[in-house]
């Protein structure tokens, strides 16, 4: 069973850093594809950063130059650094994962998505 334990979430102002982490357990596979969404009360699940079994990354337009995502291979974690924080990035982050590589079309879609860890808050104040 695949399982998913998000870290590193807090609180900062804006223009600070946050770094995320997500340690990934149970893969049958090593082509995988893994990612971050953020989701705030009342809205939908939204992607921020996507990182293909490959190493490429895609990332949601708002955090383009400001977040960027990795992969440990090595000790299977997930990262997501964050910088130049707005009050707009306010949000509970989910990790995310699905075996086999990522849709060319669904990546930044929630629910091309199997597995999902329990989510860690970041707020982020003017």
């Known amino acids: 069973q695949v399982r998913l334990v998000e870290s590193g979430g807090g609180s900062v102002q804006a223009g600070g850093s946050l770094r995320l982490s997500c340690a990934a357990s149970?893969?049958?596979?090593?082509?995988?594809?893994m990612g971050w969404f953020r989701q705030i009360p009342g809205k939908e699940r939204e992607g921020v950063a996507v990182?293909?079994?490959?190493?490429?990354?895609t990332y949601e337009d708002s955090v383009k130059g400001r977040f960027t995502a990795s992969q440990d291979n090595g000790k299977n974690t997930l990262y997501l650094q964050m910088a130049s924080l707005k009050p707009e990035d306010t949000a509970m982050y989910y990790c995310a994962a699905k075996v086999g590589g990522c849709s060319w079309l669904l990546r930044l879609k929630y629910y091309d998505y199997n597995y999902w860890g329990q989510g860690t808050q970041v707020t982020v104040s003017s």
């Open positions: 149970g893969f049958t596979s090593s082509r995988n594809c």
């Open positions: 990182v293909d079994s490959d190493g490429k990354t």
